[in-house]
């Protein structure tokens, strides 16, 4: 099987970098070349796969994409910060790995720039980032992945962890505000000023928890403990204790056949719902990823083996001598006031497309399967 993989990722490599294959979002709606975080989980997760394999093929191939886009005095094709988006701060992590490795002055300018955006960005009263500038006062668990792990980089490489306390205590915000006391999962978005049409008027949070969402959120949690210094015990212990209840908390709702997750988790056997990829694979990594690093019991390896086969099993096909990978929800969100349709209920999730060979699924499944080549050699 793993060969069939190997194969699969050939293909996508094919790509060209203002128009990829596996950008569907972009490509449906005909967007221009642009800095965004579903380019950037796959530059990610090929950045991973060669960290895991030495294969200098996965590295050429990110560095030719990335070159497209980062110029060389560190300005970024399709990249504004006067946008405040955290989506758009995301794919910048990889040019840590760039500049350690080849040592070109851009990418360094490049990070410095988009870290201003971290300066300036603005916050919920509460102290968390916006999650973007056109959804005001609102935090999303997807916003969690976008800018922190980023955020924890550049403290730890750069700035001598001075914001540590910072990067923490957004975490135990979303937490006190988000999660669900009686099941342990965490609601999609929350809006601090509680007016939003999605929000209850009372709590601030949207009506379900969505898949993805809570994916993001753990691998935000494990990226984030692998970036933070060691020395720095307690706040690297805090993202731990927050990262193994998250996903023992999910773990409860996995379905007992495919091992892996469902849309809307918590309603395995509501009309419409279905096994969602991209949040299964998320699930998947942050498993493995934190075995490896020591954040969960290594018993966990054999939970986060079953996603990532359970996964293959459902979803990855051969259609005319063709491998795809389905099952992932192309796009959710919530509001903003101008689409009512986005209003967090569960008709809404079943709502969006289930498509094949996006990668908002397989940058994580890809993710997912470096983890796995890691923990089986």
């Not at 805090?238 to 892996?260: A, C, V």
């Not at 493995?288 to 054999?302: D, H, W």
């Amino acid at each position: 099987m793993y060969e069939v993989i190997d194969r699969y990722i050939e293909k996508l490599m094919t790509s060209k970098p203002d128009k990829p294959l596996w950008n569907i979002e972009a490509i449906k709606q005909g967007k221009k070349p642009s800095w965004n975080y579903i380019d950037g989980c796959m530059m990610v997760s090929l950045l991973e796969l060669f960290k895991a394999t030495k294969d200098e093929r996965y590295l050429s191939f990110v560095k030719s994409f990335v070159d497209f886009y980062v110029h060389e005095d560190g300005t970024i094709l399709g990249y504004s910060k006067e946008k405040y988006s955290t989506d758009d701060v995301s794919e910048t992590r990889v040019l840590f790995d760039l500049y350690a490795l080849t040592k070109e002055e851009k990418y360094l300018k490049a990070i410095h720039m988009v870290y201003d955006q971290i300066l300036t960005h603005p916050r919920t009263k509460e102290g968390n980032f916006w999650h973007k500038k056109i959804y005001p006062n609102q935090v999303w668990l997807d916003g969690l992945y976008m800018m922190q792990p980023f955020y924890t980089r550049y403290e730890t490489e750069l700035n001598k962890m001075q914001n540590y306390t910072d990067i923490v205590n957004q975490f135990k915000n979303v937490r006190e505000l988000m999660k669900d006391s009686k099941t342990g999962l965490y609601y999609h978005g929350y809006d601090s000023s509680k007016k939003m049409f999605w929000a209850d008027p009372k709590t601030g949070l949207s009506k379900n928890f969505w898949l993805r969402s809570l994916g993001w959120f753990t691998v935000a949690m494990i990226d984030v403990f692998e970036y933070m210094n060691e020395q720095m015990f307690d706040e690297r212990h805090s993202i731990m204790e927050m990262f193994k209840e998250t996903i023992d908390s999910i773990l409860k709702y996995q379905d007992s056949k495919s091992k892996m997750f469902y849309q809307v988790p918590n309603f395995p056997e509501k009309e419409g719902n279905y096994l969602e990829t991209s949040g299964s694979s998320m699930i998947a990594y942050a498993i493995l990823k934190g075995v490896r690093l020591k954040a969960l019991p290594s018993r966990y390896k054999e939970l986060g083996l079953d996603i990532f086969n359970g996964i293959c099993d459902t979803y990855l096909s051969t259609k005319n001598e063709d491998l795809n990978l389905g099952g992932i929800c192309l796009v959710a969100g919530l509001g903003p006031e101008s689409n009512l349709r986005r209003d967090g209920s569960y008709e809404y999730y079943m709502s969006e497309p289930v498509v094949e060979n996006d990668a908002k699924g397989v940058g994580p499944f890809i993710m997912a399967y470096t983890e796995v080549k890691r923990i089986t050699n």
